[in-house]
């Protein structure tokens, strides 16, 4: 038997209750697959970013088994860990809840990670550069990672310092206890 999720509605008349099976709501929305090795391949999630937010995700609010049970973490047959949208292994919790993520397409404002600094610095005038995190395979090269707060979390631009801005460089968002932007993975499993 499937289970069923209630949605109400508010109409005119009063409250409407529907019963709808749980599958209809992940069809709808943030879905994967696995490629032939194993990897999960998403579709139809939110990557849009804000500070302190990835699509749906609330850094330091949602938690692990939410973020699991919308799609926005699937398990890796082929690493054996759990992946995120667009982050890979690029994402941390502290105890149950998500609190930082690395990805995303635009920010809400309509940012994009190829965008230059000065749209970014004209779009967020209190960004600030806070760290360099080294390219481990290439002496020389890395990410400058410039950062903004508001009170749900910071929103980290990392900015490939050979000035490449086509596939280098990218967003993460951290929650409010998370103090300093976080390297990640730059490797495969």
Same mark, same amino acid.
Not at 61 to 84: E, H, I, M, P
């Given at each position: 038997?499937?289970?069923?999720?209630?949605?109400?509605?508010?109409?005119?008349?009063?409250?409407?209750?529907?019963?709808?099976?749980?599958?209809?709501?992940?069809?709808?929305?943030?879905?994967?697959?696995?490629?032939?090795?194993?990897?999960?391949?998403?579709?139809?999630?939110?990557? @849009?970013? !804000?500070?302190?937010?990835?699509?749906?995700?609330?850094?330091? *609010? =949602?938690?692990?088994?939410?973020? /699991?049970? %919308?799609?926005?973490?699937?398990?890796?047959?082929?690493?054996?860990?759990?992946?995120?949208?667009?982050?890979?292994?690029?994402?941390?919790? @502290?105890? !149950?809840?998500?609190?930082?993520?690395?990805?995303?397409?635009? *920010? =809400?404002?309509?940012?994009?990670? /190829?965008? %230059?600094?000065?749209?970014?610095?004209?779009?967020?005038?209190?960004?600030?550069?806070?760290?360099?995190?080294?390219?481990?395979?290439?002496?020389?090269?890395?990410?400058?990672?410039?950062?903004?707060?508001?009170?749900?979390?910071?929103?980290?631009?990392?900015?490939?310092?050979?000035?490449?801005?086509?596939?280098?460089?990218?967003?993460?968002?951290?929650?409010?206890?998370?103090?300093?932007?976080?390297?990640?993975?730059?490797?495969?499993?």
């Amino acid at each position: 038997m499937r289970a069923l999720r209630i949605v109400t509605a508010v109409t005119a008349a009063g409250v409407l209750a529907i019963g709808i099976p749980s599958t209809a709501a992940t069809a709808a929305g943030c879905t994967y697959t696995y490629d032939s090795d194993g990897f999960p391949k998403w579709s139809g999630c939110s990557t @849009t970013v !804000a500070p302190g937010k990835f699509g749906p995700l609330k850094m330091g *609010t =949602t938690s692990v088994a939410s973020a /699991k049970s %919308s799609n926005y973490l699937a398990y890796n047959k082929f690493c054996s860990r759990w992946d995120g949208v667009q982050a890979g292994p690029d994402w941390k919790r @502290t105890s !149950a809840k998500v609190v930082w993520w690395r990805g995303g397409t635009k *920010t =809400t404002k309509g940012l994009r990670p /190829k965008d %230059s600094l000065a749209r970014a610095r004209q779009l967020y005038p209190d960004l600030k550069k806070t760290r360099f995190i080294a390219n481990e395979y290439v002496a020389g090269e890395g990410w400058q990672v410039y950062s903004t707060k508001s009170k749900s979390g910071w929103l980290d631009i990392y900015r490939y310092n050979t000035g490449d801005r086509r596939n280098n460089n990218f967003f993460a968002v951290r929650g409010p206890s998370v103090k300093k932007p976080q390297g990640f993975a730059q490797d495969g499993c």
